[in-house]
T-cell receptor, first 114, second 109 residues
C-alpha cells in the first residue's frame, strides 16, 4: 500500500540530547513537510522540501534540522537547541505543480522530554 | 491579523443539528483552500477542497468569498461520527500551506 510511514510513534528525549524522527513515503511525491502541533493548536510548519537536496525553513525552524538525500525520505532532527520540544510531530507529502493537490500525512510522532 | 483564523469553538451540538464553521485568511493572493478533519491524536485528513463557486459533498457544503477573504463549512444533519476538530487550510502562491488552529466539534446523542 502506498503511504507515509513515521517512526517511532512515541519518543522520549533527555535534556541536551538530539533525536531524529523518521519519515518515509512511497507515493513518489516531490514535496515533503514537517509540522508541529501543540495541544489545542493548529499545525505549524517547521521545514519543507520540494526537491531532493533542497529544503526551506518554515515558520518555526529554530532548533530543528532536516535532510533530503532521497526523494522518499525526509528525517527531522530535534536538536538540544529546541528548548520546548514536547509536541505531536506530523510529516506530510504532496505532489507539486497542482494547486489542489492534497496533503498525505503520516500517523505522527509524540515527542516528550524526560 | 493572523494568516488563517477560525472560530475558536468548541461547538457542542445535538445529533441532527446543522453547524457552520467560519474561517478568514489575511493573504489576498492565496490560491487554494481546504477543510481538513482531525480526530484526537490522529493525523489530519482532507475533508474537501473549497471551490470559488462553492461545492457540496453529501451533508457537507463549502463556500469561498474571495472579496471578504472568508471560507465556510456547513455540516447538515450532524452525526456522532462528525465529532472531530475541523481545520481550515490555505495555500499561498509559493505552495506553502497554512493551517488554522482548528475548531472542535462534539455531536451529542
Amino acid at each position: 500500500d502506498g503511504g507515509i510511514t513515521q517512526s517511532p510513534k512515541y519518543l522520549f528525549r533527555k535534556e541536551g540530547q538530539n533525536v531524529t524522527l523518521s519519515c518515509e513515503q512511497n507515493l513518489n511525491h516531490d514535496a515533503m513537510y514537517w509540522y508541529r502541533q501543540d495541544p489545542g493548536q493548529g499545525l505549524r510548519l517547521i521545514y519543507y522540501s520540494q526537491i531532493v537536496n533542497d529544503f526551506q525553513k518554515g515558520d518555526i525552524a529554530e532548533g530543528y534540522s532536516v535532510s533530503r538525500e532521497k526523494k522518499e525520505s525526509f528525517p527531522l532532527t530535534v536538536t538540544s537547541a529546541q528548548k520546548n520540544p514536547t509536541a505531536f510531530y506530523l510529516c506530510a507529502s504532496s505532489m507539486i505543480g497542482q494547486r489542489r493537490e492534497k496533503l498525505f500525512f503520516g500517523s505522527g510522532t509524540q515527542l516528550s522530554v524526560l | 491579523r493572523k494568516e488563517v483564523e477560525q472560530d475558536p469553538g468548541p461547538f457542542n451540538v445535538p445529533e441532527g443539528a446543522t453547524v457552520a464553521f467560519n474561517c478568514t485568511y489575511s493573504n489576498s493572493a492565496s490560491q487554494s483552500f481546504f477543510w481538513y478533519r482531525q480526530d484526537c491524536r490522529k493525523e489530519p485528513k482532507l475533508l474537501m477542497s473549497v471551490y470559488s463557486s462553492g461545492n457540496e459533498d453529501g451533508r457537507f457544503t463549502a463556500q469561498l468569498n474571495r472579496a471578504s477573504q472568508y471560507i465556510s463549512l456547513l455540516i447538515r444533519d450532524s452525526k456522532l461520527s462528525d465529532s472531530a476538530t475541523y481545520l481550515c487550510v490555505v495555500r499561498g502562491s509559493n505552495y506553502k500551506l497554512t493551517f488554522g488552529k482548528g475548531t472542535l466539534l462534539t455531536v451529542n446523542p
